[in-house]
């Protein structure tokens, strides 16, 4: 079965500085891993994904993840935060075995303060 | 193009009535998903389809909860009998086929209130 652990349940920075929301997964096997952002009374938007091509990838809006199968991570990172970029970030996983279902972490709530 | 659309954006109800939920899919995509996401959670998976057919109904919670996709295209999530505990924003996502690297699209969602 696949699961998605997201360690924060918020995380709070000033604007400019960079952004680091932290993603464990486990998967029975090689899985699809992506970055969804939604914000308030928005749709889900998908950032960036990984398919099994290089470990890191990089995605819209200067986020950028990367793939480490040995820590079972999945780590979004942004170098220097923008105000726009306060919403609720989901990490997910698929597996073609489960027909591709998305399972979601937790989310994250990111609040940028000026 | 246009994206995945639901109908209605709102729904209230009261306990024990029935509620359809409408999902409009992106021109050519073959594959629907139905997530459900209650407040303050990450969507959950209720049921997938390929085609016409329900390929995972694994997630669903119980027996008052059904959806069809009779034409291969427009899916009808149908809630009988509904519960206080059926409140949560109910979306919808669909792929253009069975790659693992197809991305699936997410539609605005229907959020449901049942008073």
């Known amino acids: 079965a696949q699961s998605v652990t997201q360690l924060d349940s918020h995380v709070s920075v000033s604007e400019g500085t960079p952004v680091l929301l932290r993603c464990n997964y486990s998967s029975s096997y090689s899985p699809s ?23 890191l990838v990089k995605g819209i809006n200067g986020f950028e993840a990367e793939f480490k199968k040995s820590e079972t991570s999945f780590h979004l990172t942004k170098p220097s935060a923008h105000m726009s970029d306060a919403a609720e970030y989901f990490c997910v996983v698929s ?14 709530r990111v609040l940028v303060k000026p | 193009g246009a994206g995945v659309s639901q109908t209605p954006s709102n729904k209230v109800t009261e306990k024990g009535k029935y509620v359809e939920l409408r999902c409009d899919p992106i021109s050519g995509h073959t594959a629907l998903y139905w997530y459900r996401q209650s407040l303050g959670q990450g969507p959950e998976f209720l049921i997938y389809f390929q085609g016409t057919g329900a390929a995972d109904d694994s997630g669903l919670p119980n027996d008052r909860f059904f959806a069809v996709r009779p034409e291969g295209s427009v899916s009808t999530l149908k809630i009988q009998r509904t519960e206080r505990g059926d409140s949560a924003v109910y979306l919808c996502a669909t792929k253009r086929g069975q790659g693992k690297s197809d991305t699936q699209y997410f539609g605005p969602g229907t959020r449901l209130t049942v008073l």
């Open chain 1, 95 to 108: 597996e073609p075995a489960a027909g591709n279902k998305l399972t979601f972490g937790g989310g994250t």
């Open chain 1, 33 to 55: 891993l992506f970055w969804y952002v939604q914000h308030p009374n928005k749709g889900l938007q998908l950032l960036l994904k990984y398919t099994s091509a290089a470990t």
